[in-house]
């Protein structure tokens, strides 16, 4: 049996979170990466790691590294914001749920709702009423056995 363990990250993972986001961006966005040079790329982690200089200290974000048998096997964080509250969101506090992400050799073993029950249990800790998230076609099923439901209506500018 395999010990599965879901550690908290912070400031001072910042080598390793950024490690992480950008071998996610990699997997979800091979395509476009192939487009992009060098320098962009490096401006991209150079970005992400503004993000987690502002957004960790504060609670703003709250990521997490899975291992399986002590081995790095995937990742995940929540992005807490405040939203204009609204009868669906009375306090107006969100969660967005992001790079739930694990690692080809440890999938289909559970892991990615160990990180998803993790970042959740954090989210509502904090006061997030709403949580959310975009999904490719691969983790619908996932998502839905946890609870989560087709958001309708939802646009994106292109």
């Known amino acids: 049996?395999?010990?599965i363990r879901i550690s908290p990250l912070t400031i001072e993972d910042i080598k390793l979170l950024l490690e992480?986001?950008?071998?996610?961006?990699?997997?979800v966005?091979?395509?476009?990466?192939?487009s992009l040079s060098n320098k962009q790329w490096d401006e991209i982690k150079k970005q992400n790691e503004e993000y987690y200089k502002n957004h960790l200290c504060n609670l703003g974000h709250?990521?997490?590294a899975a291992y399986v048998d002590g081995k790095l096997a995937g990742c995940g964080g929540?992005?807490?914001?405040?939203?204009?509250?609204s009868p669906d969101n009375i306090s107006g506090k969100c969660g967005y749920l992001m790079n739930i992400?694990?690692?080809?050799?440890?999938?289909?073993?559970?892991?990615?709702?160990?990180i998803c029950h993790f970042l959740i249990e954090k989210g509502k800790e904090l006061g997030a009423e709403k949580i959310y998230l975009e999904s490719s076609v691969m983790?619908?099923?996932?998502?839905?056995?946890?609870?989560?439901?087709d958001m309708h209506g939802y646009m994106k500018l292109a």
Do not use: Q, T
């Open 78 to 85: 929540i992005c807490l914001y405040d939203e204009m509250p």
């Open 29 to 34: 966005f091979e395509e476009e990466r192939k």
């Open 101 to 114: 992400y694990v690692r080809k050799e440890f999938r289909r073993k559970g892991l990615a709702r160990n």
């Open 62 to 64: 709250v990521a997490c």
């Open 139 to 149: 983790g619908v099923p996932l998502y839905s056995s946890i609870g989560f439901e």
């Open 1 to 3: 049996m395999s010990i």
């Open 20 to 27: 992480l986001r950008m071998e996610v961006l990699s997997n």
